[in-house]
């Protein structure tokens, strides 16, 4: 069974630009989350996507956003980027316990 | 509210030493339990579980039991190896709940 897959694994970007990541869940399973993880610390709940809508957010401003597909992929979009938003982003989709099944992650560097 | 709370790190063993990670949590309702482990530049991956007072999660030599009078989920593990050096994290999840709680995780360093 393959896991949970993100992509780009590294992305540079630049000040005011903006970000993309991508994360496609295990197979079967409807629920993607994205956490920020800076350098260091714990993890921040961003986003919590189910059946394609958009079902909660964490206490992050509107410049996150992102989307889930039918086939239940889902994208991360970080708008007009700040030196801050530099983190790994990890996306996880959940299983039948509530358990979280992770994926490798996107190193955002941000300069 | 829900909360988890886990001992501060680092930690810092010599192989084959034991390891308790300490956590304890406050939940409403009947919550699952978790520890995942981090290593160095990877994603989290699940540890063990435990779904209801008394079960006992383990993995890889790794135990935890879900204490329901003293609302702990300690992490233990008799021999460590240097392999085990990572960031731990204790989590736990309310039935019904979309949300999973993650402790500030627990950073462990192993020596030769």
């Known amino acids: 069974e393959a896991g949970v897959t993100q992509s780009p694994t590294h992305l540079i970007k630049t000040r005011g630009q903006q970000a993309t990541l991508r994360c496609s869940p295990i197979?079967?399973?409807?629920?993607v989350y994205w956490y920020q993880q800076a350098l260091g610390l714990g993890l921040q709940f961003l986003l919590w996507?189910?059946?394609?809508?958009?079902?909660n957010r964490g206490n992050f401003p509107p410049r996150f956003s992102g989307r889930q597909f039918p086939n239940y992929s889902s994208e991360l979009n970080v708008n007009a980027l700040e030196l801050e938003d530099s983190a790994l982003y990890l996306c996880?989709?959940?299983?039948?316990?509530?358990?979280?099944?992770f994926g490798p992650g996107t190193r955002l560097t941000v300069l | 509210g829900n909360s988890v709370t886990q001992m501060e790190g680092p930690v810092t063993l010599s192989e084959e030493a034991f390891l308790t990670i300490n956590c304890t949590y406050t939940a409403t309702g009947y919550p699952s339990l978790f520890w995942y482990v981090q290593y160095p530049g990877e994603g989290l991956q699940l540890l063990l579980k435990a779904t209801k007072a008394d079960d006992k999660g383990s993995n890889k030599g790794f135990e935890a039991t879900y204490r329901k009078e003293t609302t702990s989920f300690h992490l233990e593990k008799g021999s460590v190896q240097v392999s085990d050096s990572a960031v731990y994290f204790c989590?736990?999840?309310?039935?019904?709940?979309?949300?999973?709680?993650f402790g500030a995780g627990t950073r462990l360093f192993v020596k030769a």
């Open positions: 996880a989709s959940r299983g039948p316990n509530n358990e979280q099944f």
């Open positions: 197979s079967g399973h409807t629920s």
């Open positions: 989590a736990l999840s309310v039935t019904g709940g979309f949300k999973t709680i």
């Open positions: 996507y189910d059946e394609g809508e958009e079902r």
